[in-house]
Each structure stands twice: as C-alpha cells, then as structure tokens.
C-alpha cells in the first residue's frame, strides 16, 4: 500500500515549542517558511488527541510570488478554481492565517486567511493589464476569495477595483478608472485595441470587467471616450 501524501507541501526551518499534555498537543510562537515566505508567531493545538483536529494560527511576511507559489500548489488553489495560476506578481505582502484541520479527514480542511497588498505589481494573467503599485485587501477561504479596497495604477491612470470567487467557479473583478491612448499603445496584451490606440489620443474614463474562467481570461471594457481624439476614417474618427 503506497505511503499517504500530505496535500500540504512541507514547511521548512520550522522552530518552536511543542507541548504534550496529558491527551492534548499544543504548537507555540512557532516560526516556518515556505518557499521564501517566513511564517511567524504560529500558535496552535489539537484538544483531544483521540479525535485529532488541529487549530492553527498565525501571520507572515515575504514575498507575495512564494506565497502565491504555495496556494497555487495547496488545496487553496483549488478552492479558488485555480484562477491565479497564471498570475504573476511583485513586491513582499502580509499574511493572517487560520487553519482548522481534521488529521483523519484532511480534505475538510477549512482556511480563513487575508493577504494585504501595500504597492504590489500584479499581472492576474499574461492577457490582463499590469496592476501597478496595487494596494488591496484580499480574504480567502476554501469557499473562494473577495478582494475588497483595491486600487493601481492601470494603463497610465488610477483605478480602483474589487471582486472575488463566483459561484461558477470563475473569479471576476469590477474596476474603475481613467486610460490614455499612450499607455493603450504600450499594452500589447490588449491585442487590436492597442494597435487601434495608434490612431488615438488623449484620455478617457472607463468601466472594465475582468473574468479568469477556467484558466482563460475575459475582459470587457465600456468608455464615453470624453477627451479621446481617435484619427480613424470615418464614421469611426473622432
């Protein structure tokens, strides 16, 4: 019979205190690091050890792209259909973290977490817009996550936006902001509307709607264009 298989990678450099009392466990001001994230003042305990459930908790802080490696290779990426799979991201981030796992049961495991953003560069897919100096606040569970507050810089202005897990599975983001043909021009993940924005100028206010469905990206993207000059042939020029 082939050994069990932790769905949880391993944590390295683990330290802390582990106390045995009577027929409980507990873990105190423990410290770990997964990948190059390092976990710190984790506390924990199993209550009754003839019916193991371990309660843990704890913060962390490192880089956002080791913490993003680790869900994305946990069963929290899966509780997320595996939506930031293909995200790629920049800068340290905060962590809190609680965890209630039952040791004969492991797959129902259930998470409560929140990632801070404080000025990270966020790319959700290789198609999707460069979130630049992104501040937000991000809360996770196994049901999905919610992303509350946020804002960037977007395709050369500001934004704000907020989103989170749907009940399909996607994960689908809602965001306001103002765009410059210029910033259009140099977006070429944005495929005909950046060789458009050759003929364009200026700035406009816009509503975008971002999907990441099944791995794949939707983005809709509605503007007035007040204060954009398109050079386009008529009927389209502006």
């Known amino acids: 019979q082939p050994d069990w298989a932790s769905p949880w990678p391993a944590f390295a450099r683990v330290n802390g205190e582990l106390v045995f009392e009577r027929n409980a466990m507990e873990i105190r001001n423990a410290s770990a690091r997964a990948f190059g994230f390092e976990l710190m003042r984790v506390n924990g305990a199993i209550r009754d050890l003839a019916k193991p459930v371990l309660r843990i908790e704890g913060q962390g802080r490192g880089p956002l792209a080791d913490l993003l490696r ?6 929290v990426g899966g509780w997320i259909g595996n939506a930031l799979r293909n995200a790629s991201v920049g800068g340290n981030a905060d962590l809190n973290l609680k965890l209630e796992i039952p040791i004969d049961a492991v797959a129902r495991t259930s998470v ?26 991000i809360d996770f569970s196994q049901q999905g996550l919610t992303i509350a507050a946020g804002s960037a810089r977007v395709l050369g202005g500001d934004a ?30 944005l495929g005909t509307l950046s060789r458009l924005a050759t003929s364009m100028s200026g700035q406009t206010p816009y509503r975008v709607l971002l999907g990441i469905v099944r ?15 398109i050079g386009l042939p008529a009927p389209l020029n502006k």
Do not use: C, H, K, M
């Not at 989170?164 to 977006?187: E, K, M, N, P, Y």
């Not at 791995?215 to 000059?229: D, K």
């Open 70 to 75: 680790y869900i994305n290779v946990t069963p």
């Open 112 to 137: 409560q977490g929140r990632v801070v953003l404080a000025g990270n560069d966020v790319r959700l897919a290789p198609t999707t817009p460069l979130l630049g100096g992104a501040r937000a606040r």
């Open 160 to 189: 704000s936006f907020d989103g989170g897990t749907q009940a399909d599975g996607s994960l689908r983001f809602a965001g306001l902001g103002v765009i410059s043909a210029d910033a259009l021009r140099r977006a070429p993940e």
């Open 215 to 229: 791995g794949r990206s939707e983005i809709t993207l509605t503007s007035p264009l007040t204060g954009l000059a």
